[in-house]
């Protein structure tokens, strides 16, 4: 018996742990939600020319996505903290790539976003139960690093979104509706995999407890804590800054740098793929200090001047330089920055409801950035203003950092826990 338990031990030992697999898992369901929202920024020219769009329109075709997207993340959040995270991811991530498919089938701009509204509003249920489940399987000490990794997918996804649309329109010269297809049957198969690998928590006996005590959670209580506050803000800011480059940057390149077929999916992916090693360095410095605030000090006023510094030359040397740069200190590297402040500070038993309305708050940025942009590219006739107007936001975001409370110790107020 002593001899059988020494062999399971040893094999134990061997098998990849579970929060690894959980951790490589939801790296590429990232991909898929990122690769499929970006299949859409290299083709914008080609649905502009097919349904006769002005700019605002264009912009609208993003801003509905994402307005279906965070709807959908505090109530996804709520639910999964109540039936099971895993129950409510799934549905929602398989349901996105039917709609995907049938984004590429419709025949009218109207249905057209109305089915891509769909996609968005199924991806609104992967962000709250995700973050919620991993955050439940990853070890305390190495939550930031593990977020960062499966952070990574979203720069991955990115690159690979652009590619596959440049690739299979521009160089291959295939219709514009293939990329929608070709995301739909790479999305069931990671829905599939998830359903495969992933376990939901059972709850603890605190909770169960607390539960039959009649303890509930206080919704309101998320907007009680300072620092939870203070990076509703930045993360707004990122965001709003983030989709503004990814959603009009292949764009831009084309109408107002000239750059053309597959050099548009060579420069717009320096962003994701200059933030695949800093988004893991810079998340490795959060742990090893324990504090938040020292990075993000670092990295915000960098955001600032990386996204001031795209449009403000001719130079495609510093064009270069800046989204390379961008890609260090933007958006996907300071998420898992954030993610760590959300997950210091949030209720532990609402994980899910908690990082549901941080990426809630967010995404409006996502929202609001697309027809913004558009809107000031017709008001000016330059997509000058609208980086601007992102970089006049991170400013702030910048200044809200600086005003994150922190000691040695993660704060957690004892009220919401």
């Not at 951790?23 to 020219?45: C, D, E, K, Q, S």
């Not at 996505?65 to 549905?91: M, Q, T």
């Not at 709850?203 to 804590?225: C, D, H, I, P, V």
């Not at 027809?371 to 008001?379: P, Q």
Request: net charge positive; proline share 5%; aromatic share 16%.
């Amino acid at each position: 018996m002593a001899k059988q338990e020494q062999i399971s031990s040893h094999d134990s030992k061997k098998l990849i742990p579970y929060w690894v697999k959980v951790v490589i898992v939801f790296f590429f369901g990232w991909i898929a939600l990122y690769a499929t929202r970006t299949i859409l920024n290299p083709i914008m020219n080609e649905i502009q020319v097919e349904f006769g769009l002005s700019a605002s329109q264009l912009g609208l075709i993003s801003s509905l996505f994402f307005l279906g997207y965070a709807g959908l993340n505090v109530p996804s959040g709520i639910l999964g903290d109540k039936f099971g995270k895993k129950r409510v991811l799934v549905p929602g991530f398989i349901l996105f790539g039917i709609f995907a498919a049938i984004t590429g089938m419709m025949p009218t701009f109207f249905l057209f976003i109305s089915s891509w509204l769909m996609v968005g509003i199924f991806q609104g249920f992967y962000y709250g139960p995700q973050y919620g489940l991993s955050t439940e399987a990853i070890p305390r000490n190495r939550i930031t690093v593990g977020s960062a990794f499966i952070n990574s997918g979203m720069a991955f996804g990115t690159s690979l979104g652009y590619y596959i649309s440049t690739y299979t329109v521009d160089v291959y010269g295939m219709n514009w509706r293939t990329p929608f297809f070709i995301m739909a049957v790479f999305v069931v198969l990671v829905g599939l995999a998830i359903i495969w690998v992933i376990k939901d928590r059972p709850k603890t006996l605190s909770e169960r407890t607390a539960e039959q005590a009649g303890e509930k959670f206080e919704f309101s209580s998320l907007f009680k804590n300072w620092n939870l506050i203070m990076n509703y803000i930045t993360i707004f800011t990122s965001i709003y800054g983030f989709f503004v480059i990814i959603t009009w940057l292949p764009y831009y390149l084309e109408h107002a740098r000239g750059v053309t077929g597959g050099s548009i999916a060579f420069v717009s992916s320096l962003v994701p793929w200059a933030s695949i090693p800093a988004a893991i360095f810079f998340s490795w410095i959060a742990d090893k200090m324990g504090k938040r605030r020292p990075v993000l000090l670092i990295m915000m006023p960098m955001t600032v001047l990386c996204v001031i510094a795209i449009v403000a030359f001719d130079s495609m040397a510093v064009l270069y330089a800046a989204l390379i740069g961008y890609g260090i200190f933007g958006k996907l590297s300071t998420n898992p920055i954030l993610l760590a402040v959300t997950a210091d500070n949030a209720p532990k038993g609402s994980l899910g409801t908690a990082f549901g309305l941080y990426n809630f708050i967010g995404m409006c940025g996502s929202i609001l950035a697309p027809y913004i942009t558009g809107y000031l590219t017709d008001l000016t006739g330059s997509l000058n203003s609208g980086f601007y107007f992102a970089a006049g936001l991170l400013v702030i975001g910048t200044i809200a950092s600086f005003l994150l409370k922190e000691d040695n110790k993660p704060k957690v107020d004892p009220a919401t826990v």
